[in-house]
């Protein structure tokens, strides 16, 4: 009897953690990213493995990433005001299209010989162009497709699959990059996109036009002037923007640690970004898992200082399976503390103001990480990539800190507004209002 009540127990908690997924359109969107995001993973590694074999250069490592990403930094806000302004699922299958059409391009350039670095710079920043639109509209697009009740547990289902590709699309790139190079990599990325373009064009979601009055520029102003006002929101957007800054450059020198110090190859890039997928994933299961936000802003400190500390390990290591090991609590702390931080922020924000907000969001996670990653690059033509990880890593660690000292100053309002939110959604009694990041 107990055996079955156990059973019972974890079959509840199960579906409890999958509870996102008894909406349609989730089912959709998330069958389709999951094919898609691998292909997209694919990519990610066989572009760098692709750029250091042309140039064997820590510096142009980092220079490509910062032209892929710095148009996030740059172009989010546009992203944020169309959000808030247009039809979301419009938004996403526009910007899904548009990187299917990059990817092939790239795949072509490489599998007809014609490849050159100034084309993958090229290539890469106008994908981050697309990105820009991308992610503010795809983050504020999931609420329309679950509700608010289900929000928390569709955006750690989200990083689930995010981070589930993240294990399998490396470990296949080192494969096929070590067996028959870098373009069919990118071939299967563009092809990947079929799956979710057909899966959005199959929804039936309410995801109306938000007309508004004002003019784009003061839209645009009145989402920045809302995250300065409110404290938890901003303080969240800081200390993300901190670790992107100076912690995830780590991403963008791993071709140097897989070849120069682990001396594992293409092979051995894939397994090490594949171990940083694994932590990834089992940080945002450990996420869906959960059904309330308390205590979520002690995790995010936590998270961050755990990052950071698990940085500076890795870099000391010279061994290829203990760093293979150390980058797992690399990847669960990182992927807990954005999608920790996205929980919060997103329960914390009006509905009108959505886009623009995930738009600073965007800006802070994927737009500084760019920044981060020219100037690590920079610092590891100087210093070596080890000592500029565990700079990175010992800077996250004391933004973890000044997080933690805030903690106390912002539970109060950070509380009002959940509880604000769920009163507009039409449920102030769910039970995340009343434990609200409480410890």
């Known amino acids: 009897m107990k055996g079955a009540e ?5 079959g509840s908690r199960w579906q ?19 094919i898609s995001l691998v292909g997209t993973w694919m990519q990610s590694v066989a572009q760098s493995w692709l750029v250091y074999r042309l140039t064997g250069s820590a510096l142009l490592l980092g220079a490509v990433g910062f032209a892929s990403q710095i148009p996030v930094f740059l172009f989010a806000p546009l992203g944020g005001i169309t959000a808030d302004r247009v039809n979301r699922r419009h938004i996403v299958i526009a910007t899904q299209v548009a990187a299917m059409l990059l990817a092939f391009i790239l795949a072509a350039l490489t599998l007809l010989g014609k490849i050159q670095v100034w084309h993958v710079f090229v290539l890469a920043s106008l994908l981050g162009v697309v990105n820009a639109f991308d992610i503010p509209g795809r983050q504020s697009f999931l609420v329309d497709m679950v509700g608010k009740e289900d929000l928390m ?12 590709a993240r294990v399998i699309g490396p470990a296949i790139a080192g494969i ?46 009145e989402g920045f002037r809302f995250v300065n006002r409110t404290a938890p929101i901003r303080a969240l957007l800081l200390l993300l923007g901190l670790v992107s800054l100076v912690g995830m450059p780590y991403v963008v ?54 990052f950071g500390a698990s940085l500076v390990v890795f870099a000391l290591s010279h061994t290829f399976w203990v760093s293979v090991v150390l980058l797992l609590p690399v990847g669960y702390t990182i992927m807990l503390q954005m999608a920790c931080s996205n929980t919060l922020i997103q329960v914390m ?16 996670f994927m737009g500084m990480a760019p920044i981060g990653a020219l100037l690590g690059g920079a610092l590891a033509e100087r210093l070596g990539a080890p000592l500029t990880i565990s700079i990175g890593g010992l800077a996250s660690v004391g933004g973890a800190c000044w997080f933690g000292l ?3 100053k912002i539970r109060v309002e950070a509380r009002r507004l959940i509880i604000a939110q769920a009163m507009a959604g039409g449920d102030p009694s769910e039970e995340m209002t009343a434990q609200a990041v409480e410890d």
């Open 349 to 364: 924000v009006p509905d009108a103001l959505r886009g623009r907000v995930m738009a600073v969001y965007s800006m802070m």
């Open 176 to 221: 096929l990059v070590a067996k028959i190079g870098e373009g069919w990599c990118f071939f299967a990325n563009a092809v990947s996109y079929i799956a979710v373009i057909v899966g959005l064009l199959m929804m039936r979601v309410h995801s109306p036009v938000r007309a508004s009055m004002a003019s784009p520029l003061e839209h645009m102003l």
């Open 406 to 408: 805030q903690l106390p």
């Open 6 to 10: 156990a059973a019972s127990g974890r």
């Open 153 to 164: 547990n569709a955006i750690a289902l989200n990083s689930s699959m995010f981070n589930g």
């Open 253 to 306: 020198l791993m071709p140097i640690f897989a070849d120069q110090i682990l001396h594992g190859g293409a092979r051995g890039l894939g397994i090490l970004m594949g171990a940083t997928g694994v932590g990834a994933l089992l940080g945002a299961l450990t996420l869906a898992f959960r059904e309330g936000v308390k205590g979520l802003g002690r995790w995010v400190a936590w998270c961050s200082a755990g």
């Open 16 to 34: 409890a953690a999958g509870r996102a997924l008894r909406h349609r359109n989730f089912q959709l969107f998330f069958s389709g990213q999951l």
